[in-house]
């Protein structure tokens, strides 16, 4: 637009005027009021404004010119707010004795939504001619934006490079720096269609930056959408999505709803890669309300393709193939042979190619050919290609289809697709599998499978790295490797059971099905000839089982195991167990029984490995389950039971083949021991460690904090480095501790040193010590803080505050086990266990950044632990509240304190930035402050008290009653409660607030509010 934009103008007008007593009911002269509010994008405010001016008496007596300009001005705002019809409404009342370069410019923008691009193309050429005629510089960028908009939409990229270009010069001779914001958005745009991704960035970080520095609210949001989306299409979700939430803020605050619409759809392509279909329906919902009344036919379409996406990968394919064609048919209304169409169209291809619908979707992939080629979007000639591929290695067109899928690699491997590289990966993979495939290319299978996979890791796409999977174990059933198979079929299925895809669970369970029955030939053929060990074993039968399985258990690292004997299910008796009691070894006999009536009479292994059903009450656990017969008709079975929580945890061939040759020692002892079948507990029950563990002095619930200290507890005595991530206050030293204490270095000392708190001359000298000499003021040799550690446990808190010689050291130290104290040459030999701390979530942005080694952040990363806030622990908050009552009772003596019922309320609705040492503080303060029993809101800190903020206190001052002053004390006040929602924030301040970050931060520094929201 080239409307006047006046940055400065508050986001809040409204608002400001009604708390100033400023109410307006007269509408201004010639819109002056409406005009301010299409300048800082309020377009809703604008067009009751320009409404109220056309209504007025003014109008009656106004020229033709300055009417049609109010009306002008309120028909983009229409056209804005995607009032399409009400904007041709108010163009037609326009009179015919000018022809104004601004109208005809929003006549072809109006051409364009409704899919008439011929018309707009004329329009836009006929404003171009208007303006330059008529001296009318200012729309001449407009009018080029208009026409490089329909080229590129029709797939003419280098024509619309043109006109983009011309208007960016032509914006910058009318010194215009909202059309030059848009300008770039539209390079930057143009560039993302080319897949030139440097370029692009570069356009919209320009646009967004200049938009943030002049106020223009519209811009922003624009920019920052385009960002999400070249971001999606690079595959970087995590990086895209705040983007586009920010953008969808924007839209939505200044009421613009096709900016809304397509910030939506945006958000629905990353929750539908990730399977979350769920957040995809609200998107959709929102989305198809928006586009009603036939507005926004391109938008619609795209919501057609995602509903229709989600639908066929929930399972309900009719549904999903009746939005695929309703989204081929609104792309055509739009542009024919445009982008739009050919997109809609290998959509619905690739879905009737894979429900073996071949012709159907061979007739529309060379329909599109031409057009694909046309648009020059390699991305969609890179899927035309790989479906193409599909069909030949269905039509058994091998050859062709290797050259084909190799094409298509190769095109997404060069722009970076790494969503569509994935597919095309697969096809690939299940081409080399082929018997006809070419030499050598079997051995490529596994390579394209598990590329395929990381991809699908990184996008965070579960279901796609389960499907990915279930290919990877059909690969190792048919190299007969039947433990790898069951790796990957497992894992398939715990994602796929995750995101609730049925149709997926169903096919894993399937292939599980058959790895089983692989086991079992496999089972049945070599068992009695497994373990000999077992064959000599002799003695009284009490003894004999338990040693059994207690060995048994040992060489297939079970945790749980038991022995039943009896003629029929009914009789069934333990004889002996390995990890449970005999009362929980009789329930697991009953849940077995209820579950299957009939195993015992099985001739073959009854095992579930985790993956096909449970015998267990958690499906987490790994099963095995092998009958065996006696004598004299009675029938035993050994059950044995480990958690398959872990990677590799479930029982392999080899640990079923193992407990088959234990069987037939089993059955010999027992047909024995007859006439004495005793039942007696284990005596290798778990060794019990409630009252010696030192993780019971964390305090939690929080099912995320529980899974962490799990997995300290496990690696505790693993010589190998942790980092422990999280914010202040989490409690990094304590968890850090609790590693050590609990590990074989626990009699060794615990050192600990703060990175953040030494300059790293003194730090190096502090951590390796120095010799006489080494520098002023070295009187002696010194040992440092690794020496002091030596047999015990050192803690790096705020590892990435080191500075870059010091990061080089203990690079050294970790890799050698060596260090050389400052002023040395020699190196002594230390031996350390090394945990890291931090409170920086982003390490991996200063390695790219050059703050810290990528060597050492991944030789200090061998396991990483995040402790989560005590914002998201919300389930914490009371339990640590009461201990912490409880410990500083104790201290100061005062056991009769207690907190009263409202202090529950007041603490969880806080979000504690300062984490568990500030809630510890709050309650300490509160107890020492509290002068009889109960402990009340007043107690606690100004922080954790509803009222008490920088509004009420400027309420209740006794200043300057002028204007100026009222104005300042209310600024001031929305300022500070804005820094202190956004955390300090300065750059999401600055928008809620409608703000240059500029001008937030000149008037942060002349009301001094500089360390608000950072307390």
């Known amino acids: 637009m080239t409307f006047e934009n006046r940055s400065n103008l508050g986001r809040n007008l409204n608002e400001i005027g009604k708390a100033l007593g400023l109410e307006r009911h007269i509408p201004s002269t010639q819109g002056d009021l409406g005009s301010l509010y299409l300048s800082s994008d309020h377009f809703n405010d604008a067009i009751r404004e320009f409404r109220l001016a056309l209504e007025s008496d003014w109008s009656d007596h106004a020229p033709p010119e300055l009417a049609d300009e109010l009306r002008e001005k309120l028909a983009w705002c229409y056209f804005w707010t995607g009032a399409y019809q009400e904007a041709e409404r108010v163009v037609g009342s326009m009179s015919e004795t000018t022809v104004r370069a601004g109208t005809l410019v929003l006549e072809g923008r109006l051409a364009m939504e409704q899919a008439n ?16 005629t008529t001296g009318v510089q200012p729309w001449i960028g407009p009018a080029r934006s208009l026409l490089g908009i329909i080229a590129q939409r029709s797939g003419s990229s280098e024509e619309a490079r043109n006109h983009f270009e011309e208007a960016l010069f032509a914006y910058r001779v009318a010194e215009d720096p909202d059309g030059e914001c848009r300008s770039f958005i539209h390079l930057g745009t143009l560039s993302k269609s080319e897949c030139r991704w440097e370029e692009a960035f570069r356009y919209l970080e320009r646009a967004r930056q200049k938009a943030g520095q002049e106020g223009f609210y519209y811009l922003s949001g624009s920019a920052s959408l385009n960002l999400g989306n070249l971001r999606i299409r690079l595959g970087e979700h995590d990086e895209a999505l705040p983007m586009i939430e920010d953008g969808r803020r924007v839209f939505e605050e200044i009421g613009y709803e096709l900016g809304v619409t397509r910030a939506l759809i945006a958000e629905a392509k990353i929750h539908l890669v990730r399977g979350s279909f769920e957040a995809v329906d609200n998107c959709l919902k929102l989305g198809k309300k928006l586009c009603e009344e036939e507005r926004f036919k391109r938008e619609r379409t795209f919501l057609e393709i995602i509903e229709g996406s989600a639908a066929i990968q929930r399972g309900n394919r009719a549904a999903g193939e009746a939005n695929l064609y309703r989204a081929v048919s609104l792309a055509e209304e739009v542009s024919p042979a445009g982008d739009l169409a050919v997109e809609a169209t290998l959509y619905l291809a690739q879905h009737l190619i894979q429900s073996d619908r071949l012709s159907e979707g061979i007739r529309l992939v060379d329909g599109i050919g031409e057009a694909s080629r046309a648009v020059g979007d390699p991305a969609q000639e890179g899927w035309r290609m790989r479906l193409s591929a599909e069909v030949d290695l269905t039509k058994g067109r091998v050859k062709r289809a290797e050259e084909k899928i190799a094409t298509s690699i190769a095109s997404f491997e060069r722009i970076g697709y790494r969503q569509d590289l994935a597919q095309a990966l697969l096809v690939a993979g299940r081409i080399a599998m082929s018997p006809n495939a070419s030499h050598g290319q079997s051995d490529a299978v596994l390579t394209h499978y598990l590329r395929a996979k990381r991809i699908w890791e990184d996008l965070s796409s579960d279901r796609e790295t389960a499907m990915t999977s ?49 086991f079992e030939y496999e089972i049945m053929g070599r068992g009695d000839a497994t373990h000999l060990k077992f064959s000599e074993l002799e003695g009284n039968l009490e003894d004999g089982l338990c040693w059994l399985l207690a060995e048994a258990s040992a060489d297939t690292d079970a945790d749980k195991a038991w022995i039943a004997c009896g003629t029929n299910g009914a009789e069934l008796q333990v004889l002996s167990s390995f990890g449970l009691d005999d009362d929980e070894a009789e329930a697991a006999v009953g849940r077995l029984i209820a579950r299957d009536p009939g195993f015992l009479e099985a001739e073959r292994p009854l095992f579930c490995t985790g993956l096909t059903g449970s015998y267990t009450e958690d499906e987490s656990r790994s099963v095995v389950i092998l009958p065996f017969s006696i004598g004299g008709g009675e029938r035993g079975i050994l059950y044995v039971e480990r958690d398959s929580g872990e990677d590799n945890g479930w029982f392999r061939l080899r640990d079923v083949q193992h407990l088959a040759g234990a069987t037939f020692a089993i059955a010999r002892l027992v047909a024995e021991d007859q006439k004495t079948k005793l039942h007696r507990e284990n005596v290798f029950l778990r060794e019990q460690l409630e009252n010696k563990y030192p993780f019971a002095n964390i305090v939690t619930e929080d099912a995320r904090m529980i899974e962490t200290l799990q997995i300290a507890s496990r690696v505790a005595n693993y010589p190998i480095t942790v980092l422990i991530e999280g914010e202040t206050g989490t409690g990094k030293q304590l968890l850090a501790q609790a590693i050590h204490d609990s590990g074989d270095r626990a009699d060794g000392p615990f050192v600990t040193v703060n990175c953040a708190s030494l300059p790293e001359q003194i730090l190096e000298s502090e951590l390796f010590g120095y010799v006489k000499g080494a520098f002023t003021g070295a009187l002696g040799d010194r040992n440092g803080l690794f020496e002091e550690a030596n047999g015990g446990t050192i803690l790096l808190d705020e590892i990435g505050k080191a500075g870059a010689h010091v990061q080089r050291a203990l690079l050294h130290v970790l890799d050698q086990g060596m260090i050389r104290p400052v002023g040395s040459s020699r190196h002594r030999k230390v031996d350390v266990r090394v945990v890291c701390a931090t409170s920086n979530m982003e390490l991996k942005e200063d390695i790219r950044e050059g703050r810290f080694l990528k060597d050492l952040y991944y030789r200090i990363n061998d396991i990483s632990l995040r402790l989560p806030p005590l914002r998201e622990r919300v389930s914490d908050v009371r339990l640590l509240a009461d201990y912490f009552l409880d410990l500083c009772r104790q201290k100061v003596n005062r056991n009769s304190v207690e907190f009263h019922s409202e202090i529950y309320e007041t603490l969880d609705r806080y979000d504690w930035p300062g984490n568990v040492r500030e809630l510890e503080k709050a309650v300490r303060r509160a107890v020492l402050l509290c002068p009889g029993q109960s402990i009340r809101r007043e107690h606690l800190p100004d922080a954790l008290r509803p009222g008490v903020n920088a509004l009420s206190d400027i309420s209740a001052s006794s200043g300057p009653s002028d204007l100026k002053s009222k104005v300042e004390a209310l600024e001031t006040a929305q300022i500070i409660e804005a820094l202190r929602r956004n955390r300090g924030n300065r750059s999401k301040t600055a928008r809620e ?3 240059s970050l500029r001008g937030l931060r000149n008037k942060i520094q002349r009301y001094n509010l500089e360390n608000i929201g950072r307390e």
């Open 117 to 132: 691009p011929t018309g707009a193309a004329e329009k836009g050429r006929e404003a171009l001619h208007v303006a330059k």
């Open 993 to 995: 607030l409608g703000l």
């Open 470 to 518: 279930i290919e990877i174990a059909r690969y190792w059933v048919d190299r007969q490797d039947l433990d790898e198979a069951l790796i990957y079929a497992y894992t398939a299925k715990k994602l796929l059971e995750k995101v609730g895809y049925s149709w997926g669970v169903d096919e894993a369970r399937e292939l599980i099905r058959l790895i089983e029955q692989q």
